[in-house]
DNA sequence: CTGAAAGCGCTTACAG
DNA sequence: CTGAAAGCGCTTACAG
């Protein structure tokens, strides 16, 4: 297989030179139209790909952004990076995208092997964990970050942080179960200690404080498996809590399968909350109420405002929230209710 | 912010030409220890980081792999992705990953962008539709390209395929049905005339025609929706079918939610084995039974066979099958049995 | 073992 | 509008 064209075969071939060449292939305006059609040509008939990592050398930008995701096999995330990457694709431009695994170690390896390949900006929604050393790598290398989902470093002035409004969602999905006529609510799930926790509890409290119910408290990891033990530990030392919202719906999911295994009726005896809405929570039975967070919306968002900082150097807000909702769903609604 | 130094600052600093910085970078044996050293020190000191795009205009390999996938939402991808992304960084490259959505179109133009990027190698998990123009592009910038999950082109000489072996996981998963006293078994979902339902689908029909039992096929989506459409079409027309063997994780936990719902015993009554086995198979209720494909395993050996080709310009057979096993859980397995 | 020179494929001023 | 020249930060022979 020969050597790949170049723009001085392409300008060999259409009789010009390889400056009037470079010019067609960058639009630019200066460049008579006739001129443009012999050129074009000449690149198909050479099979001509424009060399992206020649350009960039001489300054030009890569076109390419680093997503670093703590991880990509949790749905919500996949979503987040999905949604992402095919905005930036829409607009010309290309995403390296690595797991970290919640290691901090091997978040900072991939975020220095992305600076060597020269991507233009990051985002990274982090591992916990120390992430000083890495971010400061960043900001040396003159390139913009923005962390998403999780605030894991305070210089937000440097570091833009973005996510759903958590503390809003908490609110909602809280006075919905009361208004459902939940007498005891718990709060289920999530790591103590953690933002993401606190935020994704705050409105819960906010709204028990104000009416003065006590708030029953089950903090653990955010998967299935807790959600189990939350259903035991509820039974075993707080009968008489009626209602949970959960630190996610994976959490959410557990106490579910555990209900059904038991024959409990979820949404009449017992009614159940998640969190970020993924999809399977339209897909089970009973399907899960759940906050919206309209992560593939927010995944969009983020590639604009990465874009904007990098092509009209518009450095984003030092926080940026958005919107949330609630969708109601079988797991916190009576049934003859949502038969009528 | 200053520019970011370069071999030549590093040189300056070590007293050395930047020769002997570049061969210090790539870890030559022929700079003596002490000078290496040296150079270290300067390169810290400078706060250097190499640059890859620089080295790469040079002919040095990229380092980046191109991961061109149909659809990134949907967890048995995913976890492809992640898994052979993070081989990837563990050998020291790294991954541009784009989403399709099922689109050729998209498809055409982010391998397109890949190219120009200048990725070393493809591996495209294919939207069905015509890859001609796409692979040979591909080809034509003589890059290695393997093609998984799903055969596109047939010119497996040119782009060879990997894909786990479906054909015995759909007969060892049909005997099993068989084993536990199934006296109809159905196939359900899957697009009729894609390759992969072919696939899943031929150890099923091998089977039963060794044993002359009429099959009862069902092909559709391969969505939960579907297995919600396949339960009421198995009841309407098929009331003899005990037993269910489906396309994938999802057809037969639609099929599960909709037996949930109208309070039926899924396997003790009817019995169920999906295929994929997803990370939910284990942890809903009932657990699902399901073809394990171990596709982390895969992922993993993808990624070493490209970088094999790439290093070592093995080309890899033009099929491999890499080998699957039957995950027993609750769904296919009479209660009384598994609560021995 | 180390230095000076050429070149990878583009873009960017700068003349014409 | 178009051409000739220099340079982006490396690597690669080739001398010393």
Not at 102 to 122: C, T
Request: glycine share 6%; proline share 4%; with cysteine.
């Amino acid at each position: 297989m020969a050597r790949r064209p170049t723009i001085i075969d392409v300008a060999r071939r259409a009789g010009v030179s390889k400056s009037t060449v470079s010019l067609v292939l960058r639009n630019s305006p200066i460049v008579r139209e006739a001129t443009r059609a012999i050129v074009r040509t000449a690149m198909t008939e050479e099979g001509y790909v424009y060399n992206r990592t020649a350009a960039n050398m001489r300054g030009a930008d890569a076109g390419l952004i680093g997503l670093v995701i703590n991880d990509l096999r949790n749905p919500f995330f996949t979503q987040f990076a999905t949604s992402l990457q095919m905005t930036l694709s829409a607009r010309n431009y290309s995403a390296v995208i690595a797991n970290t695994d919640e290691d901090p170690m091997l978040q900072d390896q991939v975020v220095r092997a992305m600076i060597e390949h020269g991507v233009s900006a990051f985002v990274i929604s982090p591992a916990y964990g120390d992430v000083t050393a890495t971010f400061n790598a960043i900001a040396r290398a003159g390139k913009p970050l923005m962390q998403v989902l999780r605030k894991v470093d305070p210089r937000v002035d440097l570091f833009p942080f973005a996510a759903p409004d958590y503390r809003r969602g908490s609110r909602i999905a809280t006075e919905h179960l009361l208004k459902g006529g939940a007498e005891r609510i718990a709060f289920v799930g999530g790591l103590q200690g953690r933002n993401v926790t606190s935020e994704r509890m705050s409105g819960y409290l906010a709204v028990l404080e104000e009416i003065q119910m006590d708030p029953v408290v089950l903090t653990g990891r955010s998967n299935r498996a807790f959600g189990h033990e939350a259903v035991r530990r509820l039974e075993m030392e707080f009968d008489d809590v009626d209602a949970a919202l959960c630190f996610n719906d994976f959490v959410a999911m557990g106490m579910l399968t555990d209900f059904a295994r038991s024959g409990k009726v979820v949404g009449t005896n017992f009614r159940i909350v998640g969190f970020d809405d993924i999809e399977d929570c339209s897909q089970i039975y009973p399907s899960l109420s759940s906050v919206h967070c309209d992560i593939s919306a927010f995944g969009k968002r983020i590639a604009e405002t990465v874009l904007a900082w990098l092509e009209e150097g518009s450095k984003p807000q030092a926080e940026m929230r958005t919107p949330v909702s609630l969708v109601v769903r079988e797991s916190s609604q009576d049934e003859t209710l949502s038969n009528l």
